[in-house]
């Protein structure tokens, strides 16, 4: 069973950031199983830093659409990107610390928020993106 199935409904019309947004669910799914299946703690580090590089990727697509199309609604957006980012950086702090460990809680927080911005936020430029020739 995935952690976070992918439907249509999550698409946003626009392929390149579709994608990108299949593959952090991709990345949610993996980091969900090493966790099911009890892998080391050097295999999850590595599967987080590579959730962390992957949504700052991410992130720098859309703003970069935002400034190449004027969305008039981006510094929210982009704060809220730097505050998922700067979220996530301190739990990973923390836990590579070993102040913390990886929890459902944690899991459950990732797949809110992702399934949350993606509905919500990023639902709100596509239109925008499609009209400026992105599909």
Do not use: C, P
């Not at 301190?90 to 809110?112: H, M, N, T, V």
């Amino acid at each position: 069973m995935k952690f976070i199935e992918w439907s249509n409904q999550m698409s946003v019309g626009v392929f390149e950031i579709d994608l990108q947004h299949k593959k952090l669910v991709g990345m949610l799914n993996h980091l969900f199983e090493a966790m099911q299946e009890g892998k080391s703690s050097r295999i999850l580090k590595t599967i987080i830093d590579e959730l962390v590089e992957y949504t700052k990727v991410h992130f720098e697509t859309e703003e970069k659409y935002f400034h190449q199309f004027s969305y008039a609604e981006k510094e929210e957006h982009i704060e809220e990107h730097k505050s998922f980012v700067d979220t996530l950086e301190k739990f990973i702090s923390d836990y590579k610390a070993g102040r913390i460990g990886l929890s459902a809680d944690l899991l459950r927080f990732l797949r809110k928020w992702l399934f949350a911005h993606i509905m919500g936020s990023d639902k709100k430029y596509s239109s925008l993106f499609i009209q400026n020739g992105l599909i």
